[in-house]
Each structure stands twice: as structure tokens, then as C-alpha cells.
């Protein structure tokens, strides 16, 4: 079953995990003593599916907020940020360095990825997938302005033909992007002109690619309410017909000044491959509050309108389950009590989604309780990572598992199927950014059976 512990083990568990919250108290975000394990749980259940999972084994000392490809042999790639500083470079490039590391015996063992000299390498943010011929290909997640043709930005692609031994790159991805600007800063106020490759990189069965960017087009101005320098995003999606080295503009899969605190922005893209629904595309994506859905049923020319979506009745607005615990934490714009609706609520960050060979769906994402004051006080129980899963192509999703509950998280996951049908390898963090705060990369394996009736 999901749960392997016995009775008396799951009460020894609890107690310590009592225990430790008792000493540590609201400074448990600056990491415990004694690490105590967290216990997958469900919280949406329709009783067709049952879930077994490994225990948590560390993966990347240090590291947060992975990014991963497992490949058709079981060799699995992941990279995470690490707490230092990055090569200087004139190129945009992530604020913090990024570790590689990818292990060929079922993330038993790993090795280290060793960069060039003053290379800062691929950010695997934008997305990384092997296509049918075993070829493996990744994007920067990053796009940064041609000084040379107006609306057209540079990519950089790499490419392995090896399960990651060796790589070649970064090779120049020419993206045209009519319309494109640069308004924004990032949501630290820093320079920030580039658009936004993120999360999934999609084979159709026409071999052409599609993936999604967020970014800006002319007219795009709302300001962040949290980061006024911040303008709100729209997430678009681009295809490629040569495997990656050229991509186009094919639509704007959401924009709405009006939704969340940050537009749309992280989005993921599915290619629904099984079912009444074959060919259709799904893309989640954050908003800053709630996280929002569109569905194209034309190949990606045209989408419904983005409305929020949410898992298991975990509504980020509900407050009121929440606001006593918060009332003594002040915030950006005050204490945290009802008056207090720009930082109050919580937030779903960072969704990921993957088909399985079944055909079943399974969607990752992460809730934050409050949408800021989580760092300082994580223990509110819906705070935490989590695992949804479908059984009808994504019309509903009634089975959720949280992942980790009332920890010290940055809410991002990353997740894969491995070669063994339906066994997914999911990999989350446990910690934050503030210096000296004890933070990795950790990795568990769930498998899911579906009952006979």
C-alpha cells in the first residue's frame, strides 16, 4: 500500500515529528537536528488506484529545485541549483550555479557532469526530451533578444546521442517571436531580458516539436503587485520542423492582466496520446495564486480560455483555514490577518505533467501556505509537494497524494516514468534559499496498480 509502515513505526514517526516541531518551533525552516522522513499520504482517493512507494534516498546534496529526463534505459539526468555563484558571463544565465548529475543504475549511484572552464552550461529549466530515435535533446531555458533581426530571439540547444556521455553544444536555436519585448525585471528586480523557455519539450507524431515560452509581446505592461519592475507574463507556445534548431510562433496559449499576481508564467505541455481525446494538448500553468488550464483540440493553433484548476479542494484562497496561524508574521504590506489579501492567500507553483505508457496522466505541483510566509513558517499541513493522477485523459483527477507536508520546501518537483510501466521516479527538495539553511535534492519511486474490479 502507499503507506509500508507499520502501526507502531508510523506512531514512533509521528512522535519524533512532534517532538521536533515542539523544539524548533516557528524557526523550523532553519532546518532540524535530525532528519525525520516524510510520508506520502493521501489526500484524494477513488479507490481504483493503489499506490506503493520507496523510501526517500538523497540525490543531490545542496541542490533545489530539479529538473529531470529519464530515458528509455533507465539512465536519469538531473540538475538542480546549487548555493553558489555562477561563472560571469555576458549571456543571461541563472543567478545561482546548476549541478548535473545523472546516474545509469536506477538512481542507485550518481555522477557529476563536470562543466567546461567559465562555462556555466545548459539550463535544463527549458526543457530536455528523447525522441523516438533515442536522441536526446535540451533547451536553455532562456532566449535572449537578435541584436541583428528585430522579433527574433537566440536558444541554445544541445544535443546527445548517448544517454548524456557526451554532448554536443550549445548549438544557436533561432526562435521567431513577431511582436516580442524585454519590459520586465525578474521577480528579484534584477535585469532580466530574456523570454522563458520552460518544462516540456513535445514529439508529435508528425516529428515536429512543440514547447512553451513565457514572456511578453508588444503591449504586455501590468506590473507584479509584489515586484512592480516585474510585468506579468503570457505563456505562448512555438513549434519546431527540424528538431529543434529553428522554432516559430504558433499562438499565445493564455494572457490576462487581470489573473494572479505574476500573469502566466512556468507553464507544462502534454500531448494526450491515448483515448477519446488523442491529439489533444494540455498546458498548466502558474499564476502566482491559483494554477490555470487551456486545452487545443487543433494542434495548438487556438486554446479555450485559461481557468483556474484545483486538485482535491486544495483552494489557495481559502484563508480562513490558515490566518490564525499566520497573524504574527508580518508581511511586505502588513500583518497577515484578513485585511491582508495580497499575501495571505497561498499559491501552486511549478506544475509538471507526464503520460504514461498506460495512459494514464500524472500531474506534479506544489502548494504554498502562505504564498510568501511559508519560508518563515512552513508547517501548515496543505504546505507541501504533491502528485495527482488521471484515468480519463485529464477531464478529472481523482486521486492526489501529498508528497511532503509541513516542511521546508521550494515546491518545485520534477517527475519521470521510468522503463518499468507505470513506476514513476519523483524528485523534490527539502529546504530553502537563506544562507546556511540546510537544503537537497531528495528521490523516491512510486508505483502505481490499477485494481481490476
Keep these: 500500500m502507499l503507506n509500508p509502515y507499520s502501526p507502531q513505526k508510523l506512531c514512533g514517526i509521528m512522535a519524533a515529528t512532534l517532538s521536533l516541531l515542539a523544539v524548533t518551533g516557528a524557526n523550523a525552516a532553519e532546518g532540524p537536528a535530525a532528519r525525520v522522513p516524510n510520508l ?4 484524494e482517493a477513488d479507490g481504483t488506484l493503489r499506490f506503493d512507494h520507496t523510501e526517500e534516498t538523497l540525490v543531490l546534496p545542496k541542490g533545489l529545485q530539479p529538473s529531470m529526463l529519464v530515458t528509455k534505459s533507465g539512465a536519469t539526468i538531473l540538475q538542480a541549483q546549487l548555493p553558489d555563484k555562477p561563472f560571469p558571463t555576458e549571456r543571461m544565465h541563472y543567478p545561482s550555479a546548476l549541478s548535473t548529475i545523472v546516474s545509469y543504475d536506477g538512481a ?57 556521455r557526451t554532448v554536443e553544444g550549445p548549438i ?9 519585448c524585454y519590459p520586465s ?68 496559449v493564455a494572457v490576462d492582466p487581470a489573473v494572479g ?114 519560508w518563515r513558517e512552513p508547517r501548515h499541513p496543505w504546505n507541501g509537494n504533491y502528485l495527482a493522477v488521471s484515468r480519463d485523459h485529464g477531464e478529472t483527477w481523482s486521486n492526489v497524494i501529498r508528497m511532503t507536508s509541513g516542511v521546508l520546501t521550494t515546491h518545485y518537483m520534477a517527475i519521470e516514468e521510468t522503463p518499468t510501466d507505470n513506476r514513476i521516479y519523483v524528485t523534490y527538495d527539502l529546504g530553502g534559499w537563506s544562507r546556511g539553511m540546510h537544503r537537497d535534492i531528495w528521490g523516491r519511486f512510486i508505483d502505481i496498480t490499477v485494481k481490476s474490479k
Excluded at 506520502?40 to 489526500?43: F, K, L, Q, S
Excluded at 529549466?125 to 532566449?143: K, M, S
Excluded at 514547447?211 to 512555438?238: A, H, N
Design 108 to 164: 542507485k549511484t550518481w555522477k557529476q557532469i563536470p562543466l567546461k572552464a567559465g562555462d556555466n552550461g545548459i539550463n535544463l529549466e527549458g526543457g530536455i526530451t528523447q525522441l523516438r530515435d533515442g536522441t536526446i535533446i535540451a533547451l536553455d531555458t532562456y532566449i535572449i533578444p537578435d541584436k541583428q533581426r528585430a522579433y527574433h530571439g537566440i536558444g541554445q540547444l544541445y544535443i546527445s546521442r548517448d544517454e548524456w
Design 261 to 374: 499576481t505574476e500573469g502566466f508564467g512556468e507553464p507544462v505541455i502534454l500531448h494526450v496520446s491515448k483515448g477519446p481525446k488523442a491529439g489533444r494538448l494540455i498546458c498548466f500553468m502558474r499564476t502566482g495564486r491559483e494554477m490555470y488550464k487551456a486545452i487545443s483540440d487543433d494542434g495548438g493553433k487556438t486554446w479555450t480560455k485559461a481557468v483556474p484548476h484545483t486538485f482535491a479542494n486544495l483552494d489557495i484562497n481559502r484563508t480562513e483555514l490558515w490566518v490564525d496561524m499566520f497573524r504574527n508574521i508580518k508581511g511586505k504590506k502588513g500583518m497577515l490577518d484578513e485585511k491582508n489579501l495580497e499575501e495571505l492567500p497561498g499559491a501552486v507553483v511549478d506544475p509538471d505533467l507526464i503520460e504514461l505508457r498506460s495512459g494514464l496522466l500524472v500531474a506534479a505541483f506544489g502548494v504554498r501556505v502562505t504564498q510568501k510566509a511559508c
Design 40 to 43: 506520502p499520504t493521501m489526500v
Design 185 to 252: 525585471k525578474d521577480d528579484g528586480g534584477r535585469p532580466h531580458e530574456a523570454q522563458r523557455l520552460h518544462r516540456r519539450i513535445i514529439e508529435l507524431p508528425s516529428g515536429d516539436l512543440l514547447t512553451t515560452i513565457y514572456g511578453w509581446l508588444k503591449g504586455d505592461s501590468e506590473p507584479c503587485p509584489y515586484e512592480p519592475r516585474m510585468i506579468k507574463s503570457r505563456v505562448m507556445l512555438v513549434r519546431s520542423k527540424d528538431r529543434g534548431r529553428h522554432w516559430k510562433y504558433e499562438s499565445t
Design 172 to 180: 544557436d536555436a533561432d526562435f521567431d517571436l513577431p511582436d516580442s
